[in-house]
Nanobody, 113 residues
Framework: VQLVESGGGLVQPGGSLRLSCIAS????????MSWYRQAPGKEREFVAH????????NYADSVKGRFTISRDNTKNTVYLQMNSLKPEDTAVYYC???????WGQGTQVTVSS
């Protein structure tokens, strides 16, 4: 199983970024996919997840209304669209296949003026 994130970077408060995660080594469409994040000095926290079939979503309260998780099962890819970014969103963001116990290497998102 391999999960490879991309799309992180430096953005000003109020800006947007879209993270992508390409999965391989398992039947992607069957599995829930999640995004987690870890800010400096803090524990990893859940951000969002999306089911494999039907694409039902769930979000942490801290990102609800600003972030959108989606997936393209034809491309084995899950996305995290992040809008109205705040400095407190600064963290390493991880793509996760929870049922597989698999995590990506993470991508840094820094929100700063």
């Amino acid at each position: 199983v391999q999960l490879v994130e991309s799309g992180g970077g430096l953005v000003q408060p109020g800006g947007s970024l879209r993270l992508s995660c390409i999965a391989s080594g398992f039947t992607f469409s069957f599995y829930v996919m999640s995004w987690y994040r870890q800010a400096p000095g803090k524990e990893r926290e859940f951000v969002a997840h999306i089911t494999g079939v039907g694409g039902q979503t769930n979000y942490a309260d801290s990102v609800k209304g600003r972030f959108t998780i989606s997936r393209d099962n034809t491309k084995n890819t899950v996305y995290l669209q992040m809008n109205s970014l705040k400095p407190e969103d600064t963290a390493v963001y991880y793509c996760v296949a929870p049922s597989r116990g698999s995590w990506g290497q993470g991508t840094q998102v820094t929100v700063s003026s």
